[in-house]
Nanobody
Framework: QVQLVESGGGLVQPGGSLRLSCAASGSIFSINTMGWSRQAPGEQRELVTTITTSGGINYADSVKGRFTISRDKAKNTVYLQMNSLKPEDTAVYYC?????????????WGQGTQVTVSS
């Protein structure tokens, strides 16, 4: 089992920045990928970015050049730095972790944190 706790959401003006944090605990040794997804009202959940234990990173086209994912291994924490925020970035952001245990893949999700971009 992996537990994920997110923080850092809030209200920001267009063009502003926010940093989200996701602290993992539990069976963290089994995590092979962490990342962030988001869901806007009335929309499907969208994958934003992922980072693997080997450091491989991917971004959705909609956030490339504006968002940066990073991790602090010592703190078991993943961060999402969001710059040049746009109103369309408004959503609930969810941290997730993918684990691989004895050939079985599991996904764990945080509780979500609201990001609102508005003037």
């Amino acid at each position: 089992q992996v537990q994920l706790v997110e923080s850092g959401g809030g209200l920001v003006q267009p063009g502003g920045s926010l940093r989200l944090s996701c602290a993992a605990s539990g069976s963290i040794f089994s995590i092979n990928t962490m990342g962030w997804s988001r869901q806007a009202p009335g929309e499907q959940r969208e994958l934003v970015t992922t980072i693997t234990t080997s450091g491989g990173i991917n971004y959705a086209d909609s956030v490339k050049g504006r968002f940066t994912i990073s991790r602090d291994k010592a703190k078991n924490t993943v961060y999402l730095q969001m710059n040049s925020l746009k109103p369309e970035d408004t959503a609930v952001y969810y941290c997730f972790a993918e684990t691989l245990t004895m050939g079985n893949i599991f996904h764990y999700w945080g509780q979500g944190t609201q990001v609102t971009v508005s003037s």
